[in-house]
């Protein structure tokens, strides 16, 4: 398995950014005639994140999801960093070169480097 971190371009200041979760999304409700205290906390989905991006980046972040279940998914590591993971380094690579072909500069992958432990 394979896993990397997305950079994109950012709209206002085109420098290179990464979307991370800071918190998780709190769900609650309303009655209309009862007070409910209970609320559900949870992360958002790799998915979910980078599509509430829209319009803060210079790519169309639909076309970047698209092209990635193409060759993988994305996903939170850690409840905090977007990361797409692939099977096997061959499928990054040709991720990486359809982002490449689609965006040119504007966003790119950054590998993880795997160690090993001694």
């Not at 200041?13 to 918190?23: A, E, W």
């Not at 906390?41 to 980046?57: A, C, D, H, T, Y």
């Not at 990361?83 to 690579?93: A, L, Y």
């Amino acid at each position: 398995m394979e896993r990397a971190l997305l950079w994109f371009s950012c709209a206002a200041m085109h420098d290179p950014v990464r979307p991370v979760l800071k918190r998780p999304s709190v769900i609650g409700w309303e009655a209309k005639f009862r007070q409910i205290d209970l609320v559900i906390e949870r992360p958002l989905r790799g998915e979910e994140l980078l599509s509430r991006m829209k319009g803060w980046f210079t790519v169309d972040v639909r076309q970047v999801i698209e092209i990635v279940r193409q060759h993988g998914k994305l996903k939170l590591l850690d409840d905090y960093h977007l990361v797409v993971e692939t099977e096997n380094e061959p499928e990054m690579t040709s991720l990486a070169e359809k982002l490449a072909e689609a965006f040119g500069e504007e966003m790119g992958l950054e590998r993880f480097v795997k160690k090993k432990l001694d």
